[in-house]
């Protein structure tokens, strides 16, 4: 972490820190961080230049952020909030005022509390709600990525979210969840009626 002296500007916030993920760590140099708080600000710092790259405000606390890989590129960055929605940012191309591009989708009636990327496939995560459901995801890419703008500056292109399948597991909040790095489709997720379920989720190798 950053010492007094050389702190970036936008590092120190009198907002309260939800959360933060790491990623684009694709060599031993390039490292991120992305922090999520509870006024709905999200803002990533570069670790390589002690510098505020990115920020972005989606109206609500921020739950739960993540890379949808950490060891590569950045690709894709998915938020969770407060009010139930979930967005999704196209990390490959920033625009210079901008950003970069997103879609958001309103997916749950309650907080979401997380969200998760399957481990064998990018593209497909998982959120959890206030009211003890399980919704699954996959994200399509858009035809083309990026677009130049009318002053001829690359910007980037959303994709859409498709909802494969979504179970209510218990009347209470799903707090946490995480899939198994080995076996495609186990899980396991904790909730605040204080039991833990392990899951498989299957047909993610047709889909």
């Given amino acids: 972490m950053p010492s007094s002296e050389d702190t970036p500007r936008g590092w120190i916030s009198s907002r309260v820190i ?3 993920k790491s990623g684009n760590a694709y060599n031993q140099e390039e490292r991120v961080v992305c922090a999520g708080y509870d ?19 989606i109206k609500n606390g921020v739950c739960s952020v993540e890379f949808d890989r950490k060891d590569i590129n950045m690709n894709k960055l998915a938020a969770t909030s407060l009010e139930g929605k979930f967005h ?29 990327h399957l481990p064998q496939n990018r ?3 998982m959120t959890t709600g206030g009211a003890g459901s399980l919704h699954l ?5 858009p035809a083309q990525r990026s677009k ?14 498709t909802l494969l399948q979504n179970v209510t597991l218990s009347t209470q909040p799903i707090s946490s969840l995480d899939w198994s790095p080995d076996k495609r489709g186990l899980c396991v997720c904790s909730a605040f009626d204080q039991t833990v379920r392990v ?5 993610l190798n047709k889909v």
């Fill in 39 to 57: 006024n709905g600000d999200i803002k990533l710092f570069d670790l390589k230049n002690m510098s505020l790259r990115w920020e972005n405000n």
């Fill in 123 to 125: 593209d497909i995560f």
């Fill in 88 to 116: 999704v940012f196209d990390m490959r191309t920033q625009h210079p005022t901008k950003g970069f591009a997103s879609l958001s989708e309103k997916a749950h009636k309650s907080t979401m509390w997380q969200v998760r």
């Fill in 137 to 141: 995801w996959k994200y399509e890419y």
């Fill in 18 to 20: 939800l959360l933060s």
């Fill in 148 to 161: 130049k703008d009318s002053e001829g500056a690359e910007m980037g292109v959303a994709g859409s979210a």
């Fill in 199 to 203: 899951l498989i989720v299957t047909k």
